[in-house]
């Protein structure tokens, strides 16, 4: 199937996890992640001065990082999908007193941007939400500066082998017969999913970044460990947010059937104390040709 913009099926799955959600986004993936967002921001190679755009900026964490790398003599637009992300990330700003920092709404399949505008474009973890991988590449392409850099990440072609087991395991308790909002939301998630599926491996990516025209395609693929606390949090983790519409539609003794089978069986694949779990990370870099 070609790459397809369908910014409505975009907008279920995004309202679902980072509308509906944000607030526990911000409470609990954002101090999960600080890793990746100052590792990304260490790698971004934004100087001070430069015009910065942050694409699926959420609650704000690339775009404050880069405010302070560009300082007031630069500027940085922060955009997204969600207004519910956006104003946390409002909040965020103005208690950091970021003046040289903006945040506008829009999809990035179809960025409402001037093209050659901005030094540097840069993501963490959206371009793997967007249902047109390609068309979000292309975008940042156009809006970029001759010279300009790209400079994103997502997960690798590996998904971690607990987040695997576990929403295997609750497949077995998913109703079959969902409600129209958990159908359409199964549906979008699916066609997500298969958009980004084929952008998995770094080669077809760096092929993709070719074709649009970027010189100098780069991928490093990186390891990080994750502390989830323990096996209960990461399975109530996933009940609140990953899986929160499906388990709104479960029975309370299948959830709770499932929670014990789930603690069960991830307690034995985590070592040592914590809750410990590897997860690849892919860091893109491209340039626009001068
Ligand atoms: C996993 S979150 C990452 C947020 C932020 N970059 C971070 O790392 O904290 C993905 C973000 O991308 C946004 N997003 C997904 N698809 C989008 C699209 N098509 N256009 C604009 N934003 C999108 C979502 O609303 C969400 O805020």
Known sequence: MADQLDPEKACLVNCELFGKHSEYFESKIVPLWQDLYDSLAARSGVEPGWSVLDIGTGTGEIALRMSKLVGPEGHVLAVDLQKEMLSIAEGKKNRAGAGNLEFRRMALEELDLAGSAFDAVIGNYSLCCVMDYGAALAECFRVLKPGGRLIYNHGGPNDPLVSELAFKMFEKYQTKEPSKQLADLRESDAAQAEGFEKY???????????????????????????????????????????????????????????????????????????????????????????
């Open 200 to 290: 998995r491996d770094p080669l077809v990516t760096l092929r993709l970044l070719r074709n649009l025209g970027y010189h100098q395609a780069e991928a490093t693929i990186a390891q990080r460990e994750i502390d989830y606390g323990s096996a209960e949090d990461y399975v109530d983790r996933m009940l609140a947010f990953d899986r929160r519409s499906e388990a709104e539609e479960v029975e309370e003794s299948d959830l709770a059937r499932f929670r014990f089978e789930a603690i069960s069986a991830l307690r034995s694949v985590s070592e040592g104390p914590g809750f410990q779990i590897a997860d690849e990370v892919v860091y893109y870099t491209a340039i626009k040709p001068s």
